[in-house]
C-alpha cells in the first residue's frame, strides 16, 4: 500500500494577525500544512493524534502559564515525541526562549528567509532521526 507524500504540518502561535497570516503565507508556499492558533486556548482543540505538527512556532510573549500549557498538550501524545519548539520574539526578550525550551529562535521583525532556514534544518534534524 502506499503512503501519501508527507506534507510538513506546522502550529504557528501567534497572537499577531499580520505575523500569523504572513506565516501561514510563507510556509504554505513550501509545500506544509500550517495550523493558526491565536493564543494556546486554541492548540488542546487544534491537535489531536491525527494532526501533530512536525514544527512548533511560539511567540514568547504569552505567559509561563500559557507555555506550561502548551508544554502539555504537545506531550499529550508521547510516542510522537515533542516537536522541535522555535521562539518567536520581540527584540530583547531573550526569556521566552528558555520557557519554552526553543530549539531555536527567531526575533521579530524577521526574514522570512530565516524562518524557512529554521524549518529546513530542523526537518533535516528529524529526518535523520527517523527509522525506515
Same mark, same amino acid.
Given at each position: 500500500?502506499?503512503?501519501?507524500?508527507?506534507?510538513?504540518?506546522?502550529?504557528?502561535? !501567534?497572537?499577531?494577525?499580520?505575523?500569523?497570516?504572513?506565516?501561514? !503565507?510563507?510556509?504554505?508556499?513550501?509545500?506544509?500544512?500550517?495550523?493558526?492558533?491565536?493564543?494556546?486556548?486554541?492548540?488542546?482543540?487544534?491537535?489531536?493524534?491525527?494532526?501533530?505538527?512536525?514544527?512548533?512556532?511560539?511567540?514568547?510573549?504569552?505567559?509561563?502559564?500559557?507555555?506550561?500549557?502548551?508544554?502539555?498538550?504537545?506531550?499529550?501524545?508521547?510516542?510522537?515525541?515533542?516537536?522541535?519548539?522555535?521562539?518567536?520574539?520581540?527584540?530583547?526578550?531573550? !526569556?521566552?526562549?528558555?520557557?519554552?525550551?526553543?530549539?531555536?529562535?527567531? !526575533?521579530?521583525?524577521?526574514?522570512?528567509?530565516?524562518?524557512?532556514?529554521?524549518?529546513?534544518?530542523?526537518?533535516?534534524?528529524?529526518?535523520?532521526?527517523?527509522?525506515?
Amino acid at each position: 500500500m502506499h503512503q501519501p507524500e508527507h506534507r510538513h504540518a506546522v502550529l504557528v502561535i !501567534e497572537d499577531d494577525p499580520a505575523i500569523r497570516h504572513r506565516l501561514r !503565507e510563507v510556509l504554505t508556499a513550501e509545500g506544509c500544512n500550517v495550523i493558526l492558533a491565536t493564543d494556546v486556548a486554541d492548540v488542546a482543540e487544534l491537535l489531536s493524534s491525527e494532526r501533530r505538527p512536525c514544527i512548533v512556532f511560539f511567540d514568547t510573549t504569552f505567559s509561563r502559564v500559557d507555555a506550561d500549557f502548551l508544554m502539555k498538550q504537545l506531550d499529550r501524545h508521547p510516542s510522537y515525541g515533542r516537536p522541535p519548539i522555535i521562539a518567536l520574539r520581540a527584540s530583547g526578550v531573550p !526569556e521566552g526562549v528558555r520557557v519554552v525550551g526553543a530549539l531555536d529562535c527567531t !526575533e521579530k521583525p524577521f526574514a522570512f528567509g530565516r524562518i524557512l532556514d529554521v524549518v529546513a534544518k530542523s526537518w533535516a534534524r528529524s529526518l535523520r532521526g527517523r527509522t525506515p
